[in-house]
């Protein structure tokens, strides 16, 4: 079956260093959703992506989709102790509203 | 964005005994899932929750042992039947209007002992 793969599986970064999550899955992707979930919390949705290559920013955050739509990327810019938590990219299959959550990332920040 | 809300927040249950979890959302949602996440771990999809007719299951999940309702577009209940201790997990639903956003709910956390 369809499996999405994430590296790093951690990452301690000082504060204000950058961090990037990579996402690659097995099979190709109509789309690919990123979502942060803190400790203790639940997973919250951070953005979509659509189209081969397609690059969004959102503040410090860039994500980027593969052009042969089977990989994308997160990068956060000058992290902060508030983006400690995990990081989960999440593929969908075409004509479904099925998503694949990857194995994620936990990042923690040290001050 | 939806307001999901879930009961009960968590529960420690004795082995061969059957909970029910409530999933409650503000608005009508056209789609509504059930995900298994164990601690320090990745979200695993249970069910596709279908209002009106049976819930539609992933691999490795079964009717008999996670029995789901939704009477309605804005409710849905996943029970956990005959527990035993690898049941122990976070469950969670998510809801849905759109080809990709997921709206989650604050989650289950299970102990079965």
């Known amino acids: 079956g369809q499996q999405v793969m994430q590296i790093p599986q951690y990452q301690h970064v000082q504060e204000g260093e950058d961090f990037t999550t990579y996402c690659n899955s097995s099979t190709t992707l109509s789309n690919i959703q990123w979502y942060k979930q803190r400790p203790g919390g639940h997973p919250v949705f951070l953005i979509q992506l659509v189209k081969s290559g397609e690059v969004k920013k959102q503040k410090r955050l860039t994500f980027q989709f593969g052009e042969a739509k089977k990989n994308s990327s997160l990068h956060i810019t000058a992290t902060q102790t508030t983006d400690v938590g995990t990081y989960f990219c999440?593929?969908?299959?075409?004509?479904?509203?099925?998503?694949?959550f990857g194995t994620g990332t936990r990042l923690k920040v040290l001050a | 964005s939806a307001v999901i809300s879930q009961k009960p927040s968590r529960d420690i249950c004795q082995r061969g005994t059957s909970l029910t979890i409530q999933c409650q959302v503000d608005?009508?949602?056209?789609?509504m899932f059930w995900y298994r996440q164990q601690p320090g771990q990745s979200l695993t999809l249970i069910a596709t929750?279908?209002?009106?007719?049976?819930?539609?299951?992933e691999s490795g999940f079964v009717i008999d042992k996670f029995p789901i309702s939704r009477p309605n577009l804005t409710f849905s209940t996943l029970t956990v039947s005959n527990m035993s201790p690898e049941d122990s997990s976070i469950y969670l639903c998510?809801?849905?209007?759109?080809?990709?956003?997921?709206?989650f709910g604050p989650g289950t956390r299970l102990t079965v002992t």
């Open positions: 929750a279908n209002q009106g007719s049976e819930a539609t299951y």
């Open positions: 998510s809801v849905s209007d759109s080809p990709y956003e997921q709206y």
């Open positions: 999440a593929g969908g299959p075409s004509g479904t509203y099925k998503y694949i």
């Open positions: 608005s009508q949602v056209t789609m």
